[in-house]
């Protein structure tokens, strides 16, 4: 992608929620091979993540191993029920693994994790 990470591909447009991309039938080689969680089979119609609002990406980190990414798409689409559900079932699996992307940001944070604790129990 020849860019830093944690930075936008100059292509990127995150506020396009269509696609997101500027220059989408000329996108690189890398971009073509991008397949986000849904697209592996993770959640049903209703979780792609233009309509959840979410990506889901599972992801390998260099110092910590596998772990879930969530890019949050539009503003405020983690707080939403489905998003807090995913949220909370990589919580149960590995909660110091779970990376989030908020809106139109280029870096994944570890910020403080909020979830609906109903959703955990169990």
């Not at 100059?10 to 269509?18: E, I, K, L, V, Y």
Request: proline fraction near 8%.
């Amino acid at each position: 992608m020849d860019k830093p990470v944690d930075t936008w591909c100059d292509h990127a447009d995150p506020t396009n929620d269509a696609c997101g991309c500027k220059d989408y039938d000329n996108r690189p080689g890398g971009c073509r091979a991008f397949s986000c969680g849904w697209l592996r089979g993770m959640g049903d119609e209703g979780d792609r993540p233009d309509k959840l609002g979410v990506m889901l990406q599972p992801i390998t980190h260099p110092d910590i191993g596998e772990g879930i990414a969530f890019v949050e798409a539009r503003p405020g689409a983690l707080q939403e029920p489905k998003a807090q559900w995913y949220l909370a079932q990589a919580f149960k699996q590995a909660p110091d693994r779970i990376f989030i992307r908020k809106y139109q940001d280029p870096h994944f944070t570890t910020t403080q994790l909020t979830v609906n604790r109903s959703q955990i129990a169990g």
